[in-house]
């Protein structure tokens, strides 16, 4: 019976101190890198960045200088390891034919999964009802990002505004116009309240109607009142609960207003 009471105690312990044993082992030697393997050009082998200078100068002039030139691509033999044959695949083909659009070549501006490769979380969110149309070819990454130059989050010719929003402006001109009382979250970027690449929710917002406004909004209720909500020193108990704060007549001019301080039309 004692034998059988110490199995008893025992196993559980031993089965215990293995796993968390495991756990160190795996902790201490996981590496926190990823591996990506270059878009596969038949029959073409890697001829190295100097071979693309000669004629898409002005992108390997900058290019070291971008977060994507430090992409390393062993066996490709070119110097430190790094290169545009990352993303573009093996370039010999395409400099046997002279070169071309599309020609022996990968383009991610006309094919994200040369992105989707290492990006596979952006490739997650694109897969989320609410998105930008780039799986619907409507649009593509190089609108919104300069894979070559040194600010990837930066379009290659966008328009000279603040670098946070710089992105956007091109095509959602409305919503980042100059206005006289702008919405200080706009300080922050589009992002504070969107989702660039996809949502679950309705205009692509990282929280769902007041949830949203109130994650900055929301003020501290009067001492000895419950469930009482207060936004600049107003009530807003009873508002919130005719719609969101948006869309029951009240800051309808979400993103600036020309005529209200409080975000009206």
């Known amino acids: 019976m004692r034998i059988a009471s110490a199995r008893l105690v025992l196993g559980p312990l031993i089965f215990f101190a293995l796993g968390f044993a495991a756990l160190g082992l795996v902790s201490c030697g996981t ?11 038949e029959g073409a082998n890697f001829v190295g960045n100097q071979a693309c200078y000669n004629c898409h100068t002005n992108h390997t002039r900058v290019f070291p200088s971008s977060a994507h030139g430090r992409l390393h691509l062993p066996g490709a033999g070119m110097p430190e390891q790094v290169g545009c044959e990352s993303c573009h695949g093996a370039g010999s083909r395409h400099i046997a034919v002279g070169g071309g659009v599309g020609r022996f070549i ?8 040369a992105c989707y490769r290492c990006h596979i979380e952006v490739h997650a969110e694109f897969n989320l009802p609410q998105h930008h149309p780039l799986p619907e070819g409507k649009m593509n990454c190089v609108q919104c990002h300069d894979p070559h130059g040194r600010d ?45 690449h996809g949502s679950i929710h309705p205009k692509m917002l990282v929280e769902r109607d007041n ?10 209720a009067p001492t000895g009142v419950a469930n009482f909500l207060v936004i600049g020193s107003t009530p807003h108990s009873p508002r919130v609960m ?13 993103h600036g207003s020309n005529i209200d301080p409080r975000l009206r039309y």
């Open 31 to 41: 590496w926190s890198g990823s591996v990506a393997l270059p878009p596969r050009i």
């Open 106 to 113: 990968l383009n991610p501006g006309r094919d994200a999964s």
């Open 152 to 196: 990837i989050m930066k379009p290659s010719g966008g328009p000279a505004m603040a670098r946070l929003n710089e992105s956007c402006a091109g095509c959602h001109r409305e919503q980042t116009k100059p206005v006289v009382y702008i919405h200080e979250a706009m300080r922050e970027g589009c992002t504070a309240c969107h989702q660039p």
């Open 211 to 220: 949830n949203l406004c109130l994650k900055c909004h929301a003020q501290v």
């Open 242 to 254: 005719q719609g969101s704060c948006w869309s029951a007549g009240c800051h309808s001019a979400v």
